[in-house]
């Protein structure tokens, strides 16, 4: 018993070295863990060492049990993995779906799909307007008379904006810009420059060309890097205009002066 807890003990100190190591590598939070697991998995593995031999078997018996082992094994390794989130197919497929939707839309289904959608909408509206109609007719319901036309309107312009910033955000999170970017602190930054005060240097017109033409702009610093163009030059296949514009825009709110973003040099 003593045993157990002690080889216990060894796993949960080899498994906090470990984590403390893969924070101090900026490991994601993830992958911290699956470390932190490994090393309790290597302690279980120890302990079983430990435990009684079986009596020898042969024959049939020893077949049966060793299938029955595998499958156990099996069973366990597969259903432990799959809790991962990284390993969940429904991640992976709204990612590819957010790629692929707006291509799916330049096709002729799309293109069906996006006016039956716009019909809906516009049905909807009129609904709406029916209703409101009707209550005004009804009982002259003059109280709150800004509450249509032109009164809505700074309230949805400012959702609008808000929803483009959000989708310049997603862009960064989908072309996983984050891998060789650090931006408010997060994600990698050991190829490329931390971006929190790009919106000192560029306009939006700029970054947007950097995105397309990572030529197009040289980070002071970065010769090396920008010669051996390390900046994926790939985005103008992946990216629609309203996306490109959508991150450029919501990268150009970034002035944190505090972070030393190097500058940009035109090239182009
Ligand atoms: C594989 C690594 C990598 C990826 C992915 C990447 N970049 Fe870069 N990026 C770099 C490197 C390296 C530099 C510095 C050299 C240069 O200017 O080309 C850079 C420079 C930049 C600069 C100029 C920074 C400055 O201070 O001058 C901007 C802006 C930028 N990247 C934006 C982006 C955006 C937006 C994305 C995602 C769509 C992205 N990058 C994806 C590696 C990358």
């Known amino acids: 018993m003593w045993n157990v807890i002690k080889k216990l003990i060894v796993g949960l100190v080899v498994g906090g070295v470990l984590v403390g190591l893969t ?3 900026e490991f994601p939070v993830i992958f911290q863990m699956m470390f932190f697991a490994y090393a309790m998995l290597g302690s279980a593995v120890f302990i079983l060492l430990d435990a009684p031999a079986l009596k020898p078997m042969g024959g049939l018996k020893s077949v049966i049990v060793l299938v029955a082992f595998y499958i156990v094994l099996c069973t366990a390794f597969i259903s432990g993995a799959s809790m991962w989130p990284q390993y969940d197919p429904q991640d992976e497929m709204g990612k590819i779906d957010k790629i692929l939707k707006p291509k799916r839309l330049l096709t002729d289904q799309g293109k069906a799909d996006e006016l039956i959608a716009r019909a ?3 049905d909807e509206q009129v609904k709406a307007l029916t209703v409101r109609l009707k209550a005004l007719g009804g009982d002259q319901a003059t109280k709150d008379p800004a509450a249509g036309g032109s009164g ?3 309230a949805t312009t400012s959702t609008a904006t808000g929803d483009f910033m959000k989708m310049g955000e ?3 999170q989908l072309q996983e810009c984050y891998n060789c970017h650090k931006l408010k602190g997060e994600g990698g930054k050991k190829r490329g420059p931390e971006l929190d005060n790009i919106g000192t240097y560029l306009s939006v017109d700029e970054i947007k ?3 397309l033409d990572p030529k197009s702009f040289m980070a002071e610093g970065f010769e090396k890097e920008w010669e051996k163009g390390k900046m994926p030059d790939k985005y103008k296949d992946l990216m629609e205009e309203n996306d490109v514009v959508a991150l450029a825009s919501w990268l ?5 002066t505090a972070v030393p973003t190097p500058k940009p040099i035109k090239k182009k």
């Open 120 to 122: 809906k909408a516009l």
């Open 23 to 25: 924070r101090m590598f």
């Open 152 to 154: 809505a309107s700074p």
């Open 252 to 256: 150009g709110t970034f002035k944190n």
């Open 170 to 172: 997603e862009q960064w």
């Open 209 to 211: 060309q950097k995105i």
